[in-house]
């Protein structure tokens, strides 16, 4: 295992110039790609949720440094294949059909790449076709729905039954969010995970997977 | 000759200076003109083009500023609105201040129990209720997002319910063209007729955009439905700071504000001269906790700065908020939160002020919380009156009574008598009594006391009823 702490540094501090030339040193040394995103940017991240959740750092500090990985990321992802790098898991995201608004999504989005997931965003005003078909076409592991608005949470529970309709619902596990949604909402609809925000949408999704 | 009388000073916060506002409004007008918005309703985006607006990628609008001046001089610059019975309870004109209640919580604070518990159209009955039996509350919300009702018709049932539990001016929320028809339709019902209603509207519908720059078809739908039946309209986006909006105040303001100017703009197409409440919701978000905040002093800031622009600029009355919480309980936090937003909206002459009883954000409803607030507006609207000097204010005469005799005191004197009724502040739930007292009744805190206020209103006020043939004409509705 390689020595990332120059990376892991300029991570927290969300310096993007120098983490991805360290990223960039790092693969010029011939470090393994699967160490650079576990132990180089993946553990450093697992560090920056932590000291998010303790109310340490803010949330734009967090992002910055969510950022600041994704960055490096592009550097490394063009090898994944070559080098059999695996992710911590595929999610499929998206706001449910009839909601246009994404905020909360995507901080979902970034704070669960952040933690090593690999994201497939649909945007807003998603039908559950829509899902269907990406699920289909992606197989993830994870499908999450986000709702703002009361009126568009049915949508949820369609799209549930969509995915069911298409034979892949066992295939996925489910979790949704957003201001209306509640635990005892997901239970009836039989998501499998509630979320109140973005950072317990992470540990939910680890728990999902089994990992912790 | 009869001397001149002193006139009294009424405490004013201002926060703008003329320079500020200016340039406020001059950045909203760079928006509109110069980045553009998403205009998702194809009528709306075809006035716009009609009227001289651009369009690129299909609903990209850039609009001339002279459209945005035009509006704001086309719209009426008072807004009033009547009780359910034809009384003009809520002239929302020049500095008149009206607090009422807010929309669509998840959660309620039970009344029995003190726990948070999911709401239930009985929520929306019993919110109404109390409303109507405090005299600080103007208007109504349904403070509920009910549950065990269908959820695609859910704004209609809320309505109903509303109707049926007070008779004070109702601000409503719908969710498209749809449903916002059949609560005209009720509301026709209760005056007779939508001739009466549009002389003498006892609604007002709230809708919004999405920030940033982001115009729905069916937020849109309900804005011109609204102009041509000439039920007054807000239409605030959330363009929170550090959320759909720049951290920096001045920067959310301004596209708040830019947001307003679209809907205004598109508004006074649909209906020439409709009435419009001004202003955007300018709260910021939490960077801990990406929480939309109901207790910080920014938002009080922003609708203090609106107050100003409307005074320097707009002339429309405005959009604001107050007496709420981030708290999960009625606790101390709540109790201070609230005060400082009660007594700022009225201090900087906000107009229709909503959202009077959060909690967590707008996540919990509490009846506990308005019973508090109705005496918190009671303080404000006290200290706001000014201190009046003349004679018998400054009470010379008394002075040189009580001051000359031996043995005599203030309390026993007439000017007291006379005066103390209006001279002080006197309250009802905030508690002055002597410890022993207050132990001896129990010990209790001003949540307990709200809550037992809160549970005598709802079990002795009675609601003017409607009548019979309005509420089946309505249940008809609800249910057709």
């Not at chain 2, 309209?233 to 679209?262: Q, R, Y």
């Not at chain 2, 002459?349 to 967590?360: A, F, P, S």
């Not at chain 2, 709802?458 to 019979?468: I, N, T």
Request: charged share 20%; aromatic share 6%.
């Amino acid at each position: 295992m390689s020595d990332f702490q120059a990376l892991s540094e300029a991570v927290h501090k969300g310096d993007i110039k120098t983490a991805v030339a360290e990223t960039q040193v790092a693969m010029d040394a011939n470090a393994n790609i699967q160490d650079i995103l576990d132990n180089g940017l993946i553990a450093t991240m697992d560090e920056v949720g932590d000291r998010f959740s303790k109310g340490i750092i803010f949330v734009p500090q967090m992002l910055r440094s969510a950022k600041t990985m994704q960055e490096c990321m592009k550097l490394i992802t063009p090898f994944f294949q070559k080098d059999g790098v695996t992710s911590k898991g595929k999610v499929l995201i998206g706001t449910v059909k009839g909601d246009l608004h994404d905020i909360g999504k995507n901080l979902v989005s970034m704070m669960m790449e952040g933690a090593g997931f690999t994201i497939t965003d649909l945007g807003v005003d998603v039908p559950p076709e829509k899902f269907v078909q990406k699920v289909q076409e992606i197989e993830p592991d994870i499908v999450a729905m986000s709702a703002l608005l009361s009126t568009t949470m049915p949508s949820m529970p369609l799209t549930i039954e969509a995915l069911r309709s298409a034979g892949v619902r066992d295939k996925v596990k489910i979790m949704i969010g957003g201001a209306p949604v509640t635990d005892k909402y997901a239970q009836e609809i039989k998501a499998d995970a509630y979320a109140s925000d973005a950072g317990s949408a992470v540990s939910r999704a680890k728990t999902l997977m089994g990992i912790s | 000759m009869k001397p001149i009388d002193i006139p009294t000073f009424q405490p004013r916060l201002k926060v703008l200076s003329r320079e500020q506002a200016l340039a406020i409004h001059t950045a909203a007008l760079e928006i509109i003109e110069k980045t553009g918005f998403k205009m998702e309703h194809p009528g709306a985006l075809q006035m716009l083009i009609d009227a001289g607006c651009t369009v690129t990628d299909d609903d990209w609008v850039r609009m001339p500023g002279y459209l945005a001046e035009n509006a704001l001089k086309s719209a009426p610059r008072q807004i009033a609105l009547f009780d359910q019975q034809g009384n003009k309870t809520m002239p929302l004109v020049d500095g008149n201040p009206f607090y009422g209640t807010g929309s669509d919580t998840t959660f309620t604070l039970d009344l029995e129990t003190g726990q948070r518990r999911r709401t239930n159209l009985k929520d929306t009955a019993n919110f109404a209720k109390l409303v109507d039996g405090l005299e600080n509350i103007s208007f109504a919300m349904s403070m509920s997002n009910p549950e065990d009702v269908p959820i695609d018709n859910i704004y209609v049932y809320a309505f109903a319910e509303m109707i049926k539990n007070t008779n004070k001016p109702l601000v409503f929320i719908a969710d498209s063209s749809k449903d916002i028809a059949k609560i005209h339709q009720i509301a026709c019902a209760v005056v007779g007729g939508e001739d009466e209603l549009r002389r003498k509207p006892f609604l007002l519908n709230y809708s919004e955009a999405i920030s940033p720059l982001r115009f729905p078809e069916n937020v849109v739908g309900k804005l011109i439905f609204c102009a041509q039946k000439g039920i007054p309209i807000c239409f605030p986006s959330g363009s929170n700071a550090g959320g759909g909006a720049p951290v920096t105040l001045a920067g959310a303001m301004a596209l708040g504000i830019a947001e307003n100017l679209v809907g205004l703009v598109v508004h006074q197409m649909a209906g020439k001269g409709s009435p419009f409440l001004f202003g955007p919701n300018v709260s910021t978000m939490d960077m801990k906790s990406t929480v939309v905040s109901y207790g910080c002093p920014e938002w009080s800031l922003t609708q203090a700065a609106l107050a100003d622009m409307r005074d320097e600029l707009y002339g429309l009355p405005v959009w604001a908020y107050a007496g709420a919480s981030d708290s999960k309980t009625m606790d101390a936090q709540a109790g201070a939160e609230a005060m400082f937003s009660v007594a700022t909206a009225m201090l900087s002459r906000c107009n229709l002020i909503h959202d009077n009883g959060y909690l967590e954000y707008g996540g919990i409803s509490s009846l506990e919380m308005v019973t508090m607030i109705n005496e918190l507006i009671a303080m404000t609207r006290f200290y706001v009156q000014g201190i009046p000097v003349n004679t018998e204010t400054l009470a010379l005469d008394a002075i040189q009574r009580v001051g000359t005799t031996p043995g005599s005191m203030f309390l026993t004197d007439d000017h007291t008598f006379d005066n103390f009724m209006d001279a002080q502040f006197i309250p009802k739930l905030l508690d002055r009594s002597r410890y022993d007292s207050w132990e001896a009744e129990g010990s209790t805190d001003l949540y307990k006391r709200c809550n037992t206020e809160a549970k005598r209103i709802l079990a002795e006020h009675r609601v003017e009823p409607k009548s019979d043939e309005i509420l089946q004409a309505i249940d008809k509705i609800v249910k057709g």
